[in-house]
C-alpha cells in the first residue's frame, strides 16, 4: 500500500484579507499530479478540509471540485476525516454515497471503530473529536480528556487489527513527544489533551493532521503532513508538501509542493526596498511581511511599498520609530483632534498647518463626526 | 411510470419563532410511507428544499437523513432540484455520486437539458435560475426574462423529447393563468417572469414547487403540491399534502397530509377562549392566530392566553381597542418616559402609581438607560 498524506487544507480560508483561493488550487493541482505520478493506491486528508464551519459557497464549490477531482476523474480511493475548523454534520453531506467508488469521508467516533481496508492495510479514520463525545461513545463518565479518550480508542482499535495486515490511523489532534519520563521530549505543552506519541505505538503510521508544519513533531510513525499552502508569517520559513507513504517496507518521503506566492519576511531599509536594482531581483508579488530597519518618519510607506510589492501582508519597524522630544509617543485621548493632525503634519512635512489647510481639516473632522 | 410529487420542504424554517423540525419530520414520515403503500417509481422534490442559502446544521442532518432514509435504505429513485431558497453550489454537494443509486440532483439550468429516463418517462429537471443564467448558458442576449428563456429551455428540451415516452418536466417558478388573448386568465400577475402555462403544454406534466398552495393554479397536467406542512397563517386554510401521478394513463391523484400541529385561527372573546369549556374541545398545542373580539384593555393578555395555548404565534384585536377621549392615541416620541408609563399604568389598572412605584419605575429606567 502506498498513499500520499496531506491535511489542513483550509479551503476559504484568508491572508491578512487576501484570498488564498488561487494558492490552494495550485497546491491541489500538485498534488493530484504527484498522487498519480506516484502510482498511489489512495489519498489521506487527514481534517480541516475547510477553514471554516460555515465555509463560503466558493469555498464549497472548491472543495467539491477537487474530490470529483480526485475519486471520480482519477479514480484515487479517498480516506478523509474531519477536523476541528470543520463542521462535521454539514462536511458529512452525501457521505453515505461516496462509499461506493472508495471515498471514506469519516466525521463521527463511532465510525473509527470500522477500519477500511484497502490493499494490505487497515485504515482507522479518527475525525476530530471533543472528550464528551467519547464518553457518550463508550457511556464512559470518567472519559475528561481527549488523552483518556484515546487510550480507549487506541485498545478498542487494536481489538479489530488483522495481524496479517498493516494498520494506519488518520487522526486529527495534537500530539506531543513521548511519555518515557526520562526523556527531555515528555509532554509539557498541550496538557492533558495532548495526546502522547507512545500511545500510537501499535499503528504502523499515524497520519495527522492539525499543526501546520511537517517538523511539528518528530517521530518516524507519526507524522504531521502540514498545510499544503503557508497560512501566516509564522509559517513563512517552513518548507510545505506531503508524505508519500508505502507500509511494506515501510518508508515515507516528502514531497514539497511550489508555492503560487510565497510568503515571505522582506527585510531592508525603505532606501534598498525601493530601489529598483534590488526589488527587480525579488518576486514582488509575494506574500511579504516587510521589516524595516529604517527609523524616521515616512510619509505614505504603505501606499509607496505597495505600487512595487502589491501583497504586503504586515508591516513592522524592527528597530523601533525615532523617538525625540517633543514627539508624542503615547497619545493622549483626550488631545484634540486638531492639534494631533497639525502636530503630525509638522511632524511629517516640517510645515504647520495654513489657515485654509485647518478650515479643511476641520470641515473634514465635521463631518466625519457626523457620521459617527 | 408512477411517482410521488412534493415540493417546498423548507428545512430550518422558523414560524414566529417556532422550529418546524418535529412538523416537517411528521410530513416526511407520512410522504415516505405513502410513497411505499402506494409503491411509486419515483419521489420527485422540486425545489426549496432548504429555507435558506446556509440551512442550520440541524436543517443539513435533517435532509441528509431523510434523503439517505429515501434512497439508501427504501432504494426509491429521487429527482430534486434546488428552488429559489436553496444555494445551488451549497446543495449540489456530493450530486456527482448520487446518480449511481438513481438520485438525481440538478442544481444548473445545462443540466436540465439532459433527460433523466425512468421507465416509460422522460423526466427533465429545471432547478430555480435566474435570467443571466439562461442568457449566459445560451450565449443569447436578448434573454431578459424568465419567459423569453423558458420558450427556449421548451424549445430545447422538445428536441430530445423521445416519442415513445412520456415527458415530465420538474420546475420551480411562478406559473400562472394562458396567454390565450381572450381569455380571462391572462397572464395578469407576475408580469413577464410568471410563466404561462400554455408554454407547458408539450409536456405530459409539469411537476411545479414555489408556491405554497396546491391550488394556486388550475391547470390539469401543469400543478404545485405545495408544500407539506402550513409555513404562515396564509397557509390556515390550505390542505397540505403531496400528488400520487401516473403517466399513463395519466393521473393525478392528492393525498392530504394530517399536521402535527395545525396552523389555524381562533376567534372569540377572551371570556370565551379562557373558559375550560371553551378550550378543552380545542387543540390546545396547535399553532394559533388570535383573534380577539374584546375591544377593552385586557391586563397581561397573552401570558394569561399563552398558559391556555402554548404556541400562539399572533394575537389581533378584529374589532380595534377602545378609543376614550383621554387616550394616548398616537405617541409622541418627545414625551417623558415616565409619563407614559404612569398613563399607561393608570388605563391598564385604573390606578395611579404611587410614590414607591415611581421611584422603582425611574430606577429600571435610569439602568436601562446606561445600558444603551
Same mark, same amino acid.
Given at each position: 500500500?502506498?498513499?500520499?498524506?496531506?491535511?489542513?487544507?483550509?479551503?476559504?480560508?484568508?491572508?491578512?484579507?487576501?484570498?488564498?483561493?488561487?494558492?490552494?488550487?495550485?497546491?491541489?493541482?500538485?498534488?493530484?499530479?504527484?498522487?498519480?505520478?506516484?502510482?498511489?493506491?489512495?489519498?489521506?486528508?487527514?481534517?480541516?478540509?475547510?477553514?471554516?464551519?460555515?465555509?463560503?459557497?466558493?469555498?464549497?464549490?472548491?472543495?467539491?471540485?477537487?474530490?470529483?477531482? +480526485?475519486?471520480?476523474?482519477?479514480?484515487?480511493? +479517498? %480516506?478523509?476525516?474531519?477536523?476541528?475548523?470543520?463542521?462535521?454534520?454539514?462536511?458529512?453531506?452525501?457521505?453515505?454515497?461516496?462509499?461506493?467508488?472508495?471515498?471514506?469521508?469519516?466525521?463521527?467516533?463511532?465510525?473509527? %471503530?470500522?477500519?477500511?481496508?484497502?490493499?494490505?492495510?487497515?485504515?482507522?479514520? +479518527?475525525?476530530?473529536?471533543?472528550?464528551?463525545?467519547?464518553?457518550?461513545?463508550?457511556?464512559?463518565?470518567?472519559?475528561?480528556?481527549?488523552?483518556?479518550?484515546?487510550?480507549?480508542?487506541?485498545?478498542?482499535?487494536?481489538?479489530?487489527?488483522?495481524?496479517?495486515?498493516?494498520?494506519?490511523?488518520?487522526?486529527?489532534?495534537?500530539?506531543?513527544?513521548?511519555?518515557?519520563?526520562?526523556?527531555?521530549?515528555?509532554?509539557?505543552?498541550?496538557?492533558?489533551?495532548?495526546?502522547?506519541?507512545?500511545?500510537?505505538?501499535?499503528?504502523?503510521?499515524?497520519?495527522?493532521?492539525?499543526?501546520? @508544519?511537517?517538523?511539528?513533531?518528530?517521530?518516524?510513525?507519526?507524522?504531521?503532513?502540514?498545510?499544503?499552502?503557508?497560512?501566516?508569517?509564522?509559517?513563512?520559513?517552513?518548507?510545505? @508538501?506531503?508524505?508519500?507513504?508505502?507500509?511494506?517496507?515501510?518508508?515515507?518521503?516528502?514531497?514539497?509542493?511550489?508555492?503560487?506566492?510565497?510568503?515571505?519576511?522582506?527585510?531592508?531599509?525603505?532606501?534598498?526596498?525601493?530601489?529598483?536594482?534590488?526589488?527587480?531581483?525579488?518576486?514582488?508579488?509575494?506574500?511579504?511581511?516587510?521589516? %524595516?530597519?529604517?527609523?524616521?518618519?515616512?510619509?505614505?510607506?504603505?501606499?509607496?511599498?505597495?505600487?512595487?510589492?502589491?501583497?504586503?501582508?504586515?508591516?513592522?519597524?524592527?528597530?523601533?520609530?525615532?523617538?525625540?522630544?517633543?514627539?508624542?509617543?503615547?497619545?493622549?485621548?483626550?488631545?484634540?483632534?486638531?492639534?494631533?493632525?497639525?502636530?503630525?503634519?509638522?511632524?511629517?512635512?516640517?510645515?504647520? %498647518?495654513?489657515?485654509?489647510?485647518?478650515?479643511?481639516?476641520?470641515?473634514?473632522?465635521?463631518?466625519?463626526?457626523?457620521?459617527?
Amino acid at each position: 500500500m502506498r498513499f500520499l498524506h496531506t491535511a489542513d487544507w483550509h479551503l476559504g480560508k484568508q491572508l491578512h484579507g487576501f484570498n488564498l483561493q488561487a494558492e490552494q488550487q495550485a497546491a491541489y493541482e500538485q498534488i493530484v499530479q504527484l498522487a498519480v505520478q506516484e502510482k498511489v493506491d489512495a489519498v489521506v486528508i487527514a481534517g480541516d478540509l475547510y477553514d471554516r464551519a460555515v465555509p463560503s459557497e466558493a469555498a464549497v464549490q472548491q472543495l467539491n471540485s477537487m474530490l470529483m477531482d +480526485l475519486n471520480l476523474k482519477h479514480h484515487l480511493p +479517498l %480516506l478523509a476525516i474531519s477536523g476541528n475548523h470543520d463542521s462535521a454534520p454539514r462536511l458529512r453531506t452525501g457521505s453515505a454515497w461516496f462509499a461506493a467508488t472508495d471515498f471514506y469521508l469519516n466525521t463521527k467516533v463511532s465510525q473509527a %471503530l470500522t477500519p477500511v481496508v484497502l490493499g494490505d492495510t487497515q485504515f482507522f479514520l +479518527l475525525p476530530y473529536f471533543e472528550p464528551f463525545e467519547a464518553r457518550h461513545y463508550f457511556e464512559d463518565d470518567s472519559i475528561r480528556t481527549v488523552q483518556q479518550a484515546m487510550e480507549k480508542l487506541v485498545t478498542a482499535m487494536q481489538a479489530q487489527f488483522d495481524l496479517d495486515k498493516k494498520q494506519v490511523l488518520i487522526a486529527h489532534f495534537f500530539a506531543a513527544g513521548s511519555t518515557h519520563v526520562d526523556s527531555e521530549t515528555q509532554v509539557t505543552v498541550g496538557g492533558l489533551n495532548a495526546i502522547p506519541v507512545d500511545l500510537l505505538a501499535p499503528f504502523d503510521y499515524v497520519a495527522l493532521g492539525h499543526l501546520h @508544519g511537517k517538523d511539528a513533531l518528530h517521530a518516524d510513525r507519526v507524522r504531521y503532513s502540514g498545510s499544503p499552502v503557508k497560512f501566516s508569517i509564522s509559517e513563512a520559513t517552513q518548507t510545505k @508538501g506531503v508524505w508519500i507513504v508505502d507500509t511494506d517496507p515501510f518508508e515515507a518521503t516528502f514531497k514539497p509542493l511550489t508555492p503560487l506566492r510565497d510568503v515571505r519576511i522582506l527585510k531592508g531599509s525603505f532606501d534598498d526596498l525601493t530601489t529598483p536594482a534590488f526589488y527587480q531581483q525579488q518576486t514582488q508579488d509575494d506574500y511579504l511581511s516587510i521589516q %524595516l530597519t529604517d527609523r524616521q518618519v515616512i510619509p505614505n510607506v504603505m501606499a509607496v511599498l505597495r505600487e512595487i510589492y502589491p501583497n504586503i501582508i504586515n508591516l513592522e519597524r524592527v528597530n523601533g520609530p525615532v523617538v525625540t522630544d517633543n514627539q508624542i509617543t503615547e497619545i493622549d485621548p483626550s488631545l484634540d483632534p486638531m492639534l494631533l493632525m497639525a502636530d503630525f503634519f509638522k511632524q511629517t512635512t516640517d510645515e504647520t %498647518l495654513t489657515k485654509q489647510q485647518q478650515h479643511w481639516a476641520q470641515n473634514a473632522l465635521t463631518a466625519a463626526t457626523k457620521e459617527d
